[in-house]
């Protein structure tokens, strides 16, 4: 079975350091010559999205809303830059 990799993306934010990171972490994955197969939303992480395991490059700040938080039992996070606010 093919590992799907995914990436965090910041639809609602202003902030363009978010975009910069999600651009890195696209970046990583593509130099190593794998796809994307999920863009998943920061504050949407704890929905099953698929039934697939997700490794997840998972970078940034993170939550607006910490209802949003852990993510769903199919992804497997790996933080590379990591930022949790109250």
């Known amino acids: 079975m093919k590992v799907k990799k995914g990436i965090i993306v910041h639809p609602n934010s202003q902030n363009y350091g978010d975009d910069i990171q999600s ?5 990583l994955i593509k130099d190593l010559n794998y796809s994307i197969d ?18 997840l490059v998972a970078n940034g700040w993170f939550m ?12 497997d996070p790996l933080f590379i830059s990591f ?3 109250p």
């Open 23 to 27: 651009l890195a972490a696209f970046r």
């Open 38 to 55: 999920y863009m998943i939303d920061r504050e949407h992480l704890n929905k099953k999205i698929s039934d697939e395991k997700i490794k």
């Open 64 to 75: 607006e809303n910490p209802n949003n938080w852990p993510p769903a039992n199919n992804i």
């Open 83 to 85: 930022h949790l606010n």
